[in-house]
């Protein structure tokens, strides 16, 4: 019914135009002519006017009236403009529009893009989420809060103190749990992960084994102290020979010195002597 009431729309319109192009030139009268089918028509008509563009699509295409100055255009595509959804009848198969405060939509009642500053929830455009929802600014989105979650706790390790099990009574005990879901922006944070409390075991010796370990570590740290002396009495040594050098280079600078002066000395009166 939608489809032959617009026909008839065409049709009118382009017999007006029909009757008013009788009084003007030839080539006028032959631009304007009725509706045709089929031949002549492009991008996918059925029918078309030369000057109202498609009538009538073909098959699986959606009609829609394109704005062209003040006038409308009929053209046929095979998906909608932003604004417009497909709406398929089986009279026509046409282009219908969004709600005003909706971009794109999937049908008139469920909007998958909201206007400039309104946030999308359940295929509707709001101003602001409703309770237990929080904006994304980044996608435009009402989302629910996420609150922390987290798994029970672990058993309680092993009474350790130092990283040893034996060789103490009192020493600590601890148990962890893992996240399970990470909190959003407005969610509840998450409490603490890992805790630790004091506790008492029978004192037990520690093996052979252990025994030997700390044993071995007493003993390099012994060896590694004799060496560390060694190493210092070696500089001490050194440094006493070295001063030994120094104290006897200088005797013998002074040594040579005086024998220098003794020298001068006794040979000073010759030179004297042979002048007179």
Known sequence: MQLRLIALVFIILNFMEYIESQQGSRGRRHRRTHPSTQQGCQGGCASCSDYNGCVSCKPRLFFFLKRSGMKQIGVCLSSCPNGYFGERTPEINKCAKCKPDCDACFNKNFCTKCKSGLYLQKGKCLESCPESFEPSNHTMECKPIAHCEVSDWTSWSPCTKKGKTCGFKKGNESRSR????????LGSPCPSLSETRNCIVQRVKCPKE????????????????????DTQENRNKESRRESRNREEHGKRDVNEQRKRKKQSKNQSPASVSTEH
């Open 210 to 229: 252990e025994r030997g370990k700390k044993a071995r570590e007493k003993n390099r740290r012994k060896a590694v102290a004799e060496n560390a002396d």
């Open 178 to 185: 893992d996240v399970l879901q990470f909190p959003s922006a």
